[in-house]
């Protein structure tokens, strides 16, 4: 008798580990979301406007912790080295995939490390010029600076950016040689390109539409396969002259590797959940991301590696160094 209602018990046991491990009944508590940006920047924002909605979703509150520094590097290593169960995640950014190109030492693998789950929004940059300059469009600008090489120079937020090496695939793709300007931050190399100190520069959408529509800057396009929702009037930079050419900023989640699949599973499926949301799309649209969630992780995944091949591509043939 005793015997019987030990092997009982001992099954059950056995079904409620599998069902622990397998994720059944996730989450249970609130979850913990690390945003490797300080508050209020780009990565910040994208992530709390998305996380309410997540959280209600899951049916758990997701806590934002913001661990900025390092093009984002200690938020990921953050996120690579907490337990594997779904309680800690990371808002992926686009800089993960360049970092290892253009830093001596990143503390993980990207790979290797992470679950990826979904994408979340893409945003695109524009590609913009000083109404001085006299190409009007991609095919006249690339023809412009064929003629002069080494003669245009280009702005971008600092030496290793993602807006610098958007240029640089921009340069590399139309077999062109510019000059690199770098500034401390895309605020003041904005401001020199409408003030014609600089004459181009691939500017982030939402703080460059203003400008373009007042007439301040010229876009030529936006760096993305698509037109962006909120510019439909603005091309892409492939339809308007440079076939093939897409480098955007995008944002997605992502887990430390080892977190069981139905986890991984559920949370692909409340990210699609929330951005097929009305109101979470107008949204994301109308500060100018667009919000494009993964068909599956696998799918992410493939867009991952697709990105740090990309960018391994770029850096070599810019030569630039690692710092």
């Given at each position: 008798m005793?015997s019987?209602?030990l ?10 580990t ?12 609130p ?5 490797p940006?300080?508050?209020?920047g780009?990565t910040?924002?994208s992530a709390?406007?998305f996380?309410p909605?997540?959280?209600e979703v899951?049916?758990q509150?997701?806590?934002v ?9 200690i938020?990921?290593?953050?996120a690579?080295?907490a337990?594997?169960d779904?309680?800690?995640l990371?808002a992926?950014?686009a800089s993960?995939t360049s970092?290892?190109y253009?830093?001596?030492?990143v503390p993980f693998d ?9 994408l ?6 524009v590609?913009?010029?000083h109404p001085s300059?006299p190409a009007?469009?991609?095919?006249e ?6 003629a ?5 120079s280009?702005a971008s937020?600092?030496?290793g950016s ?5 240029m640089e695939f ?9 000059v690199?300007?770098?500034?401390k ?12 100190h600089v004459?181009?520069?691939a500017?982030?959408?939402?703080s460059t ?5 007042a ?8 760096t ?5 929702q909120a510019a439909?009037e603005?091309?892409?930079?492939a339809?308007a002259g ?6 955007v ?7 430390p590797v ?9 949370l ?7 951005l097929e949301?009305?109101?979470v799309?107008?949204r994301f649209i109308g500060d100018?991301?667009?919000?494009r969630?993964?068909a599956?992780?696998e799918?992410f995944?493939?867009f991952i590696r697709?990105e740090?091949?990309?960018?391994e591509?770029v850096?070599?043939a810019?030569?630039?160094k690692p710092?």
């Amino acid at each position: 008798m005793l015997s019987g209602i030990l092997r009982v018990l001992g099954a059950l046991l056995l079904c409620v580990t599998a069902a622990a491990s397998s994720g059944a009944g996730y989450p249970e508590r609130p979850v913990r979301l690390i945003v490797p940006s300080p508050p209020g920047g780009g990565t910040d924002v994208s992530a709390r406007m998305f996380t309410p909605k997540l959280g209600e979703v899951l049916g758990q509150q997701i806590v934002v912790d913001n661990r900025g520094g390092a093009s984002g590097n200690i938020g990921a290593e953050a996120a690579a080295r907490a337990a594997p169960d779904g309680y800690t995640l990371l808002a992926g950014i686009a800089s993960l995939t360049s970092n290892p190109y253009v830093m001596k030492k990143v503390p993980f693998d990207l790979e290797r490390d992470f679950a990826p789950i979904s994408l979340t929004v893409v945003v695109p940059n524009v590609l913009i010029s000083h109404p001085s300059l006299p190409a009007r469009n991609v095919k006249e600008l690339i023809a412009f600076a064929r003629a002069r090489p080494g003669q245009l120079s280009y702005a971008s937020a600092g030496v290793g950016s993602v807006p610098h090496l958007m240029m640089e695939f921009f340069v590399s793709m139309g077999g062109l040689k510019m000059v690199h300007v770098p500034y401390k931050g895309a605020g003041p190399a904005l401001t020199d390109v409408i003030a014609g100190h600089v004459p181009l520069m691939a500017a982030n959408i939402l703080s460059t539409l203003p400008h373009v529509r007042a007439g301040r800057v010229r876009a030529y396009g936006v760096t993305s396969a698509t037109r962006a929702q909120a510019a439909p009037e603005i091309p892409t930079i492939a339809e308007a002259g440079l076939p093939g050419y897409e480098a955007v900023q995008w944002f997605g989640l992502l887990a430390p590797v080892g977190t069981p699949r139905d986890i991984v599973t559920r949370l692909h499926g409340a990210v699609v959940q929330v951005l097929e949301d009305p109101a979470v799309k107008k949204r994301f649209i109308g500060d100018g991301a667009d919000p494009r969630p993964s068909a599956s992780p696998e799918a992410f995944a493939s867009f991952i590696r697709d990105e740090l091949k990309k960018w391994e591509k770029v850096v070599k043939a810019a030569g630039i160094k690692p710092e």
